[in-house]
């Protein structure tokens, strides 16, 4: 399940939402690496969304989610102002990986879910959130 994978949910208070929702994880230490990667790549999946993946030697998966009252300064392929910032860590597993975004992207598809998750402000909020539109997709 995704809900169980909600570590924060968090409003941004700066202008660097890597750098912050970083933070708020315990993976702090990859800021130099992601910033090249999104240099190169960047992590916008559209829809206001944007959803950096990481691999780690870690059991289970791990989500931060950071709302941006205003649209966050990242680059968006869609042109829609990104203001939802998603940050997963992921068991090494390539079937675990597979299964977790499959099931993640699907969420985020919902467009009542994205325009909730703006009005969560803690991590009890998202998760309650995600864990109803899991249970109603899985209906």
Avoid at 21 to 26: R, V
């Amino acid at each position: 399940m995704i809900w169980d994978s909600i570590k924060d949910c968090f409003t941004f208070k700066t202008d660097n939402p890597i750098k912050e929702i970083l933070e708020h994880s315990s993976f702090s230490s990859l800021y130099k690496d992601i910033i090249e990667r999104e240099s190169k790549f960047p992590s916008s999946i559209g829809k206001g969304v944007y959803l950096i993946r990481k691999r780690a030697n870690i059991d289970e998966p791990e989500m931060y989610i950071g709302i941006s009252p205003e649209p966050a300064n990242l680059e968006s392929y869609d042109g829609e102002p990104v203001r939802i910032v998603i940050f997963v860590v992921l068991p090494d597993n390539d079937e675990t990986y597979a299964e977790y975004l499959t099931h993640l992207f699907k969420i985020l598809n919902v467009s009542t879910l994205r325009k909730d998750l703006l009005n969560c402000k803690t991590e009890e909020d998202a998760i309650v959130l995600i864990r109803g539109e899991e249970e109603e997709l899985n209906e």
